[in-house]
């Protein structure tokens, strides 16, 4: 069994991937349509959208499957990300990198899997949206084509997600500006008055002669 490789920009994608903010969160409506989907397309009883972090790959959506992650080394997904385009295993038994993988030797057992990289704008990939089958196949060019269109929706929908959480935050940040702001002249404001109050007693004051 090939152990999943490590890109060479390793660092750098994970940096990147932890600036989408998206590890651990709750499943979300917009990713699950795009994972049932592909599925149906694809006519595959599982489908999943990965992210691969350090040392494992995380499902932020799925279909067939009720694990919610798995160990990267083992991965199909860790070689898809070296992958420019479509990663295809007909397979997996036959297949020297995979054959002996616990995936396929024991539950899902997994036979076919085709992955596409979730790749941001800057050419990195995040993980990958991929169908899996118990039995040996391909996909037809249509089909193809269609998990590649899909996957670049997904990309689409992690980076809307990106910018609105950015948005949040810096929303957040002017409201703390402003109200400290605030702040800052009420303190001002206050010594202002003190400082006039000092003032003007001291003019009450009657001067000795």
Not at 25 to 46: G, N, Q, S, Y
Request: aromatic share 6%.
């Amino acid at each position: 069994m090939k152990l999943a490789p490590i890109p060479k920009n390793e660092s750098k994608r994970i940096k990147v991937l932890w600036q989408y903010d998206i590890l651990d969160t709750v499943p979300e409506e917009v990713f699950d349509d795009l994972t049932e989907l592909a599925a149906r397309i694809c006519e595959a009883p599982i489908a999943l959208i990965t992210l691969v972090d350090e040392d494992r790959q995380w499902f932020k959506s799925k279909v067939g499957v009720t694990i919610n992650e798995t160990s990267r080394d083992i991965s199909f997904c860790g070689h898809a990300i070296e992958q420019s385009d479509l990663f295809i295993v007909p397979d997996a038994t036959l297949d020297k990198r995979f054959a002996k993988n616990p995936l396929v030797t024991s539950e899902p057992k997994i036979r076919f899997y085709a992955g596409a990289p979730l790749i941001t704008p800057d050419g990195y990939a995040l993980g990958t949206l991929c169908v899996i089958d118990k039995v040996p196949r391909e996909l037809r060019p249509d089909q193809k084509q269609a998990l590649r269109v899909l996957a670049r929706h997904v990309m689409t929908q992690l980076e809307l997600r990106r910018h609105s959480r950015e948005l949040v935050r810096a929303h957040e940040a002017h409201q703390q500006v402003e109200s400290e702001l605030k702040r800052a002249h009420a303190e001002l404001a206050k010594v202002r008055r003190e400082l006039q109050r000092h003032k003007t007693k001291a003019s009450s004051k009657p001067r000795k002669r």
